[in-house]
């Protein structure tokens, strides 16, 4: 997804610039882009590069090139108008005095084009972001500000914008609508960035901006406005995540260590939740009458997190017997949600700025739902327009293909299931100590599955070059193995398939022939027998049988299957959190022996914020 970063200080811009989008290829890009004030000339100075981020800082001589203390600069996702230098970020206006760089959607910008048009403005790329440029310069008459404010005025859609005018070359206007922004409050100098992580390195010290807010950043200071312009104050906050947390750590890659980061980031979710046999929410209560009047739970996610939302269901209506309704955020708002006062909506989000998930808050909020997410970033979009929120604390996740923020919102989701039940009284307190006791094994048993690791590697030796993986199990093994799937084919590009293993013989087993690789889940006790009798089916049939099963039931499954990777027991409630484990390793070990492009898969972004 697209990044945005702007500086104004006393040092070169452009070096800073492009060394706080790097911090950004994390989400996705397609181009890249930076725009400065060229004292010499007194003009903008634009340049940009489809492809790596690396092409434009060779282009630039690491930015020795562009002489300026002030500028923007963006890495561009493509929606309107294919990846080319053209369509990238920085857009101008015609007379190249006001450059812009968008994240976002302008949702009008056809008619906006046609108007501009019309007056004569001619346009050079296919962009909806080239109409706010050219919008600013048509209602400019020397107030940058009163300019912007009348283009606020004109566009619909979501974006975050950082604006430069040559008049004004000691400003950086910003601007931020349903597009997450932020500032950076520095020593003599001011950032903005789209995501924190680009302005680490300079500040630590930040604001939120909120939708409709505007900022003026000078070297200075930064002035915030509203959006109807008046002043306002901006509270800031000082980020704690080390600079290390956002990198590398030495591990070749993001997802690798983010994996290796989960025992820690599960104590961090869990630690502070659970004291003394009790269960504490420090951040989040709902009363007892409430909990008491809740008819219907809704959980609405996309991707990996609506995958933790699916084992939450039979977590959930197990332990509260309240219906559960599991819905993707890109589909809620078309299905008529029943939806009242008495649902508790619980959206799940790593990033907080999913679009459609975000869609669909907005939808159950306005049909009368108590919204309660379960985030990952602080201070993010979602976390912002939730009643409650609870917070994974999984720290950064940089590689596209979640791993510690699905484990932590699983184990949270989890966690949220035991609390409610006890509230509601439906667990004996026997088996809810039971479950507590597996919360707190669970980071030393995934440390159990690391170490293991190695185990892993090998299978993914045996099996890298398949071009087509079925996953197949029951109830919480097929959730898990629609995570198991998802995460195989988003980073090694293999055709993957996740059933239910009932559903096979209605139609799926017609693939099955000699030597298709079928990845059989089996944790779950209560199905082993019939997981067990899958395995059979499929094995008669000619597959390859990789299977995951619990460890007192590897002998048992060695028998029948062709490889079995283990997890150690623990409670079901939790089953799927270690299960998942050994699925993510295989999907890297997989990805890596097959050259693919592992923190960065083709065509994904790390944070969805288009519909
Ligand atoms: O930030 P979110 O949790 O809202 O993101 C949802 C999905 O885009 C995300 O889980 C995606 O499916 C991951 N790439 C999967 O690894």
Same mark, same amino acid.
């Given at each position: 997804m697209c990044g945005i970063v702007g500086y104004i200080g006393k040092e070169q811009a452009a070096p800073i610039l492009l060394e706080g989008l790097s911090r950004l290829e994390y989400r996705g890009y397609d181009s890249a882009g930076v725009a400065v004030f060229d004292a010499g000339t007194g003009s903008l100075a634009v340049r940009k590069a489809k492809g790596r981020l690396q092409v434009l800082s060779d282009q630039l001589h690491g930015g020795a090139d562009l002489d300026s203390t002030v500028g923007v600069g963006h890495t561009r996702w493509a *929606?309107?108008?294919?990846?080319s230098d053209v369509n990238s970020h920085p857009q101008v206006s015609r007379s190249g005095r006001i450059a812009v760089v968008h994240n976002g959607?302008?949702?009008n910008y056809a008619e906006l084009k046609a108007f501009l048009t019309a007056q004569g403005v001619p346009f050079?790329?296919? *962009?909806?972001t080239e109409v706010v440029a050219q919008l600013i310069e048509y209602f400019y008459q020397g107030d940058l500000l009163a300019a912007v404010g009348r283009v606020l005025h004109r566009i619909q859609g979501a974006y975050a914008l950082g604006i430069l005018c040559a008049d004004c070359p000691g400003q950086i206007v910003a601007v931020r609508k349903d597009s997450p922004l932020i500032l950076g409050y520095g020593e003599g100098c001011n950032f903005i960035a789209s995501d924190v992580t680009a302005i680490l390195r300079h500040t630590r010290r930040v604001g939120y901006m909120e939708d409709g807010e505007l900022a003026v950043l000078t070297r200075e200071g930064i002035r915030c406005y509203n959006h109807l312009m008046q002043p306002i104050e901006k509270e800031t906050v000082t980020v704690d995540w080390e600079i290390d947390a956002a990198e590398k750590g030495g591990y070749e890659h993001f997802m690798f260590k983010e994996i290796m980061e989960q025992p820690d980031a599960l104590r961090r979710c869990l630690s502070p939740r659970i004291r003394e046999g009790e269960i504490v929410f420090e951040d989040f209560s709902l009363d007892e009458e409430y909990i008491r009047s809740m008819r219907r739970i809704y959980i609405v996610a996309c991707g990996s997190s609506y995958h933790v939302g699916m084992v939450g269901k039979y977590h959930l209506e197990r332990l509260t017997r309240i219906p559960v309704e599991v819905a993707l955020g890109s589909e809620f708002r078309y299905m008529a949600p029943i939806v009242d006062e008495h649902t508790l909506v619980i959206v799940i989000s790593?990033?907080?700025?999913t679009l459609d998930t975000m869609a669909a808050l907005r939808e159950a909020r306005r049909l009368g739902g108590h919204i309660l997410s379960i985030v990952n970033v602080v201070g993010s979009s979602i976390a912002r327009e939730s009643d409650q929120v609870l917070y994974t604390w999984a720290g950064p996740e940089i590689a596209v293909a979640t791993t510690k923020a699905y484990t932590t919102q699983l184990a949270l989701l989890s966690l949220l299931a035991l609390w409610l039940a006890r509230q509601l009284g439906t667990v004996p307190e026997e088996d809810c100590r039971a479950m507590l006791a597996a919360f707190q094994e669970l980071p030393g048993k995934m440390e159990e599955v690391l170490s293991r690791r190695d185990d892993i590697q090998y299978f993914a030796s045996q099996y890298f070059n398949h071009d087509s993986i079925f996953f197949i199990g029951r109830n919480l093994d097929y959730a898990l193995g629609l995570e198991g799937s998802l995460k195989l084919k988003e980073i090694s590009y293999i055709h993957s398939e996740a059933y239910a293993s009932g559903e096979l013989k209605h139609g799926t087993i017609s693939l099955i022939e000699d030597g298709t690789l079928v990845v059989a889940l089996s944790t779950y006790e209560v199905l082993f027998a019939k997981a067990m009798s899958n395995v059979v089916e499929v094995k008669a049939r000619g597959a390859s049988v990789l299977a995951l099963a619990t460890a007192p039931h590897r002998e048992e499954m060695a028998r029948t299957a062709d490889s079995v990777m283990t997890i150690p027991e623990i409670h079901a409630l939790l089953l799927p959190v270690l299960g998942v484990v050994p699925l993510q390793l295989f999907a890297y070990y997989v990805a890596l022996m097959r050259g693919c492009d592992i923190d960065k898969p083709r065509n994904l972004a790390k944070s969805v914020t288009v519909e």
């Open positions: *929606t309107h108008g294919a990846p959607i302008i949702e050079t790329s296919e *962009t909806d790593q990033s907080g700025e």
